[in-house]
């Protein structure tokens, strides 16, 4: 496979022929990935071949899948030994002989449905120790409720009175509190803690997220800070993806509440009375302050930060590291730092900063009659 060559070349180990970490699939037709996909197979005499794997086109070998969908990577087209290819009829043209193609409006889409096929393991966190069951080094309290199917790993400890639903992974030394109730076909990846929580169904949690301890709420005092009590929970509905080390404080007088379908990085932090809505997209090292609310479908680039109690409307986007300070509308494109505004007016000040900052183009300097100069000796005002 491509990526095993490559690991030959940055590892130095002559001996690494095929790595261990993914189960090799028995591959898909050509015939089979056109009626996934809806691709149009341009030569179908040949819907029997076999694909075995996926792989970018330059690194693609006899048996692997490939695609393109930019003009960046067309002109690899000739010296590809991939076996197909997904492309769009704008590319056609440019494919060699002997390279079996499917046409399709959507390469990189069709390309995901196909390696989604091939590799369902990758989808979701699995066992660290192949469990099948409960392994003997996990701790279930005898008041806990686990239903068929459930995997735990060594190491955990789900707490008394929690409720996991059928076919729910629970990893290595991860940690589910107290009364704490998880959905069906969930994964809780290894390392995590779920506190003070109540989790939909088919939600993927990643290694090392912790969800559920306390918001950070003080009353500062010039002698002291004085703690608020959180008292409230948070609830994840169903479909949502939450990437590595992320967190999510539970509410304080209120719910942190993520909605349905939401996806959301590594390393973003989430904090109490937080209201996420349906089909958002959170982006690495984002921050989000107390009572923010996002409206259904916003997006988030990396490393935006939202001060507390600010809401984003509906379908709203926000460019990487945008700061903001007051409400988003809906729909809106937004961008910048220290107060993000609309992207297009952030990107005419930037832009008009760099012109007035850039150094002055100088002029010939003009003839000056030496005898009219008079020596001015006054402190300039």
Request: proline content about 9%; hydrophobic content about 35%.
């Given at each position: 496979m491509w990526y095993a060559s490559r690991a030959d070349r940055l590892i130095g180990m002559d001996d690494l022929t095929?790595?261990?970490?993914?189960?090799?699939?028995?591959?898909?037709?050509?015939?089979e990935i056109a009626a996934l996909t809806g691709a149009e197979l341009q030569d179908v005499t040949n819907h029997s071949q076999r694909m075995t794997n996926v792989a970018p086109i330059d690194l693609a070998e006899a048996g692997d899948l490939t695609f393109v969908d930019n003009a960046k990577f067309a002109k690899v087209l000739t010296s590809t030994r991939a076996g197909a290819v997904l492309i769009s009829k704008h590319f056609q043209c440019l494919v060699p002989s002997g390279l079996?193609?499917?046409?399709?409006?959507?390469?990189?889409?069709?390309?995901v449905l196909v390696a989604r096929e091939l590799y369902p393991d990758t989808l979701r966190p699995s066992s660290l120790f192949e469990t099948e069951g409960i392994a003997s080094g996990a701790s279930v309290h005898p008041s806990a409720q686990l239903a068929s199917g459930v995997?735990?790993?060594?190491?955990?400890l789900i707490g008394p009175r929690a409720t996991v639903g059928a076919g729910t992974l629970i990893g290595v030394n991860t940690v589910i509190g107290p009364d704490v109730r998880i959905g069906q076909n969930c994964a809780i990846g290894s390392g995590s803690s779920i506190t003070n929580a109540i989790v939909g169904d088919r939600v993927i949690i990643h290694p090392g997220c912790h969800i559920?301890?306390?918001?950070?709420?003080?009353?500062?005092?010039a002698t002291g800070h004085l703690k608020v009590p959180q008292i409230g929970i948070v609830v994840i509905e169903h479909d949502v993806e939450i990437g590595a080390?992320?967190?999510v404080d539970r509410g304080g007088i209120?719910?942190?509440?993520?909605?349905?379908?939401?996806?959301?990085?590594?390393?973003?932090?989430?904090?109490?009375?937080?209201?996420?809505?349906?089909?958002?997209?959170?982006?690495?090292?984002?921050?989000l302050s107390g009572s923010v609310t996002l409206g259904d479908f916003v997006v988030l680039g990396a490393r935006v930060g939202i001060r507390q109690h600010i809401t984003v409307g509906k379908g709203?986007?926000?460019?990487?590291?945008?700061?903001?300070m007051r409400d988003v509308p809906a729909g809106a494109l937004w961008g910048g730092f220290p107060n993000a505004k609309p992207l297009r007016q952030f990107l005419r000040e930037v832009v008009t900063l760099e012109q007035l900052a850039s150094?002055?183009?100088?002029?010939?300097a003009p003839s000056i009659d030496k005898a009219s100069i008079v020596q001015d000796t006054s402190i300039p005002d």
């Open positions: 095929e790595p261990h970490f993914l189960r090799h699939p028995p591959g898909l037709t050509l015939g079996d193609v499917l046409l399709t409006p959507e390469p990189y889409k069709c390309f995997t735990v790993d060594p190491g955990a559920g301890q306390d918001g950070f709420g003080y009353i500062m005092g080390g992320t967190t209120r719910n942190t509440v993520i909605g349905e379908g939401t996806k959301i990085d590594n390393l973003v932090q989430i904090a109490h009375n937080v209201v996420i809505g349906r089909h958002c997209i959170i982006a690495g090292q984002s921050g709203a986007r926000l460019a990487a590291r945008s700061s903001v150094p002055i183009t100088r002029l010939p």
